[in-house]
């Protein structure tokens, strides 16, 4: 039982590059989520998943987006990387959308250069 | 506007040395309030949740309580592993999905 995985661990891109990070739960969670840590800013939430099938804005969305595989997987594409997307991105997933605790992957450190 | 914030941003403590992390909160009608912990290079850990004033959960030589506008983590006799970011988060009533509001945390060093 691994929980929240993600990849890549690390990531250098230059600015107009990009990429898509993967994030996978084997919790049988239905809700998942990407959120986004900067230096002295609490976590801020890009964009979630409340089930398969769907997917809604956080409070940063723009720049990304985000697919739901599938049950297990929910992916976040840069479509064209700028400086400002320099983050750590960790994925967390949930029992459902109502469930308050929220477990979080060992996140992905990416710099836009 | 929804807002949390964390004090001290960095505290050092003496192993054995009890103190106490706050969160205050501008949420009015809140829904949870969330304690994780950080370490270097990881995801968060959830830790705890507290629905109403006056409720307390302990864990270890953690305890956290609520209060209307803030909460505590109280450390009682700390040691070097509890050294990590601790994070709030509070659950709004706002907003028609599961979305916490963090802090930026507080950087503990338990030094021996």
């Known amino acids: 039982n691994a929980g929240v995985t993600q990849t890549p661990k690390f990531q250098v891109l230059k600015t107009g590059q990009s990429m898509t990070l993967q994030c996978a739960q084997d919790m049988n969670h239905n809700s998942m989520y990407w959120y986004r840590q900067d230096p002295g800013m609490g976590l801020r939430l890009i964009y979630y998943?409340?089930?398969?099938?769907?997917?809604d804005k956080g409070e940063v969305p723009n720049g990304y987006n985000v697919s739901r595989l599938n049950k297990r997987e929910f992916s976040l594409r840069l479509e064209s990387a700028a400086p400002s997307q320099t983050s750590v991105y960790f994925c967390?997933?949930?029992?459902?959308?109502?469930?308050?605790?929220?477990?979080f992957g060992p996140g992905t450190r990416l710099t836009v250069t | 506007e929804d807002q949390v914030t964390q004090s001290p941003e960095a505290l050092r403590l003496q192993e054995g040395e009890s103190s106490s992390l706050n969160c205050s909160y501008t949420v009015s009608g809140l829904r949870g309030l969330f304690w994780y912990r950080q370490d270097p290079g990881k995801g968060p850990e959830f830790l705890f949740t507290l629905y109403s004033a006056g409720e307390e959960k302990e864990k270890e030589r953690l305890k956290a309580t609520l209060t209307k506008k803030e909460s505590f983590l109280h450390i009682t006799a700390p040691k070097p592993e509890d050294s990590a970011t601790y994070l709030c988060?509070?659950?709004?009533?706002?907003?028609?999905?599961?979305?916490?509001?963090f802090g930026a945390g507080t950087r503990l060093a338990v030094h021996p």
């Open positions: 998943s409340a089930s398969e099938g769907t997917t």
């Open positions: 988060a509070v659950h709004p009533p706002s907003g028609g999905y599961n979305k916490l509001i």
């Open positions: 967390a997933s949930s029992p459902t959308v109502t469930s308050y605790e929220q477990y």
